[in-house]
Structures are given as C-alpha cells and as structure tokens.
C-alpha cells in the first residue's frame, strides 16, 4: 500500500518497518538497534550537529552504513562522530559516499543486511541542486 500510517508506538513501527526515514531534532538516539529487523534500510537525514543523534550504537554497529559526503558527515556530525570517538564504529566502517557511486559501492551484499545512510546536508548539496535547475532553465 502506498502512503503513510501514524503509528503510536515508535518501538513497533521500527520493528515491522522495512525502510525507515528520520528527519528530526534529536539531541539523543530515537532508534534502538535492537528493534531493527534484518533487511531494514534507514536513511538518517536530521540530527546534523556534532551534539545530535538519531540512531544508538547499536544501530550504527549492525548497520553497513553509507554517507553523503564524508568529509562533511565523518568529522561533523554526531551521528557518525560520537561512535567513532568511543570505539564502537571506525571512520572506516562508512562503505562509501555518493562521491563513491560510479565504483557500485552503494549496494547490498545480501536481503539480510541492515543499511543505513546518512545524510550530513550542506551548502554543497544546495548548490549542486540550484546549478542543476539553472542548466535546466538556460535549455528550456
């Protein structure tokens, strides 16, 4: 069925979801890595501070995850800082980045894996879009 559901409890709606969006404010993890379900896809777009999360460490553990831009997500966002300062994921634990997407590294090894991607936004991704819509508009 196409659309959305409010669901009451977020625990259950975690558990039975297959892809999961954020986009929220969060100053401590919402999502707990043991309501993941294998095959789960979450793509973390809030939380972009250095002060922010959205997923524990759990989650960021069982996740293969993939980011925007490392340079923008690695070194500034909470989400991605945080786990790496405590151990509990390496900077080289993020498979790729958009950067990375001509190389096929943006895939599944099987239906099983949890992947996460999160997206640290920026100036860059403004610009990239209003360059695009330009060109666009000097063709039109």
Same mark, same amino acid.
């Given at each position: =069925?196409?659309?959305?559901?409010?669901?009451?409890?977020?625990? =259950?709606?975690?558990?039975?979801?297959?892809?999961?969006? =954020?986009?929220?404010?969060?100053?401590?993890?919402?999502?707990?890595?043991?309501?993941?379900?294998?095959?789960?896809?979450?793509?973390?777009?809030?939380?972009?501070?250095?002060?922010?999360?959205?997923?524990?460490?759990?989650?960021?553990?069982?996740?293969?995850?993939?980011?925007?831009?490392?340079?923008?997500?690695?070194?500034?966002?909470?989400?991605?800082?945080?786990?790496?300062?405590?151990?509990?994921?390496?900077?080289?634990?993020?498979?790729?980045?958009?950067?990375?997407?001509?190389?096929?590294?943006?895939?599944?090894?099987?239906?099983?894996?949890?992947?996460?991607?999160?997206?640290?936004?920026?100036?860059?991704?403004?610009?990239?879009?209003?360059?695009?819509?330009?060109?666009?508009?000097?063709?039109?």
């Amino acid at each position: =069925t196409a659309g959305a559901t409010p669901a009451a409890d977020l625990e =259950t709606a975690v558990r039975a979801a297959e892809v999961i969006a =954020t986009a929220t404010m969060a100053t401590a993890p919402i999502l707990k890595g043991e309501w993941l379900q294998p095959g789960t896809h979450l793509d973390l777009i809030g939380a972009y501070r250095p002060d922010m999360r959205e997923a524990d460490d759990e989650v960021m553990r069982r996740a293969r995850i993939f980011v925007d831009a490392r340079a923008t997500t690695i070194p500034h966002i909470g989400e991605l800082m945080q786990p790496i300062a405590t151990g509990v994921i390496a900077d080289s634990d993020v498979i790729a980045d958009f950067y990375d997407l001509p190389s096929g590294s943006f895939r599944r090894d099987s239906d099983e894996e949890i992947t996460l991607c999160k997206n640290g936004g920026g100036a860059h991704l403004d610009l990239m879009t209003a360059r695009y819509i330009l060109d666009v508009s000097r063709t039109a």
